[in-house]
Every structure is written in C-alpha cells, then in structure tokens.
C-alpha cells in the first residue's frame, strides 16, 4: 500500500448526500478482484450515458476535474453494500482522499485497508471546502495528514481528528498484510520453535 502523507490536488465538488458503494462503481464491475482498471467504471452509470458517450453534466467529465485527487462529497458516503470495489475505482482513478460530514462505517474502514484517507468534517466546515472545490481548476486543497490539517485556496486551515492507529498505518503504507509482515521475525520465531518441539508435524 502507498504511503499517505501529503497530497496537493483539485477537489471535485460532489453535492450529493446518500452516494452508495454501487453509484461510486455498479455491480458489472465486481467480477473481477484486481484492484486496477476498475477507475473506468467509477461512478460509471453518472458520468456516461446510456450510448456509452460521456456525460457533459457530471463533475469528474468537466475539464476542470479530470485529474481530480480529492473528492468533496455530501453525509453518509459510502453507504450500501459492502463492497472494497469502492475504494479501489476511487483510487484507480486518482482520488486518495474523501472529505465528508459522515461515512457508513464498512466503506470508511475499507478506505484505510486500502491507502485512501477518509476525512470528517463538520458541516459548515465542509460548506466551506465545497464552496473552494466549486471554483473548479482553482479549487487546489492541500492536505497533511501529519499535521491533521486541510489547507484552502484562500489559505485558510480546517483541522480534522484520525484515529492515532490509522493514521500510523497510512503514513507508513501499512494495510493489514503490511502489519503482520512487521512480526516476521517474531512469526518465523514462533515457527522454528514450534518444528523443533514438534518434529512430527
């Protein structure tokens, strides 16, 4: 998993409340269990239409937010199935952070699992960040996860909490397959121990 420390990018504004895991990538995408290439299906049922062709409408097909990084988005993202698709299409097409007043908890615990930051942020706070994002290839948020700030445009700081253990975890790109590798020695330990007391096994 890749390390999150600081990013710099253009926020999208996405001013919706309710966003399901099968809005942010539909059920024909998941019969895969590659992490790549599913950006294509991200938010695939909003940003084309029925003819295959673009939606000039949508906010990530607008020019200004093509390479977006970050996502503003309206309470309760992620809500519905429990699908780890979700994160993956986010990051596949390039967001690594989520800025919300709330999650449903399996799509915010499955954002951590997978190197994508997470941020709550009380509602006039998020007004404001949605007011920023708004102003399209202007709308540049810096985020540093160390500092636990979001910084504006304007220059202006919103602070937010993180858990102390998962924020340890992605600023040193550790998902669950990272952190039991961090007791290797200790497992390999474990493991000689165990051949030289039970030999027959």
Excluded at 29 to 51: A, H, M, N, V
Excluded at 54 to 75: H, S
Excluded at 97 to 126: E, H, M, R, W
């Amino acid at each position: 998993m890749n390390k999150f420390t600081t990013l710099t990018g253009v926020a999208a504004p996405l001013e919706m409340a309710n966003v399901d895991t099968d809005m942010i990538i539909p059920k024909q995408y998941l019969k895969t269990i590659k992490r790549t290439g599913l950006g294509r299906g991200l938010f695939s049922e909003l940003r084309f239409k029925d003819d295959g062709s673009e939606n000039p409408d949508f906010v990530l097909n607008k020019p200004a937010y093509r390479q977006a990084k970050i996502l503003v988005a309206g309470d309760n993202f992620g809500c519905g199935s429990s699908r780890e698709h979700a994160p993956w299409a986010l990051l596949d097409f390039g967001i690594s952070c989520v800025i919300s007043t709330s999650f449903a908890d399996i799509f915010y615990n499955n954002c951590f699992k997978n190197g994508i930051l997470p941020i709550k942020v009380t509602q006039k706070d998020l007004d404001k960040l949605m007011d920023d994002a708004v102003r399209g290839a202007n709308a540049t948020l810096s985020i540093d996860l160390a500092a636990q700030e979001i910084r504006g445009p304007d220059g202006g700081v919103i602070r937010f909490e993180i858990d102390p253990f998962r924020k340890h975890c992605l600023m040193n790109g550790l998902d669950d397959i990272g952190l039991t590798l961090e007791k290797s020695s200790k497992i390999a330990g474990f493991e000689n121990k165990a051949k030289a007391e039970r030999p027959w096994l």
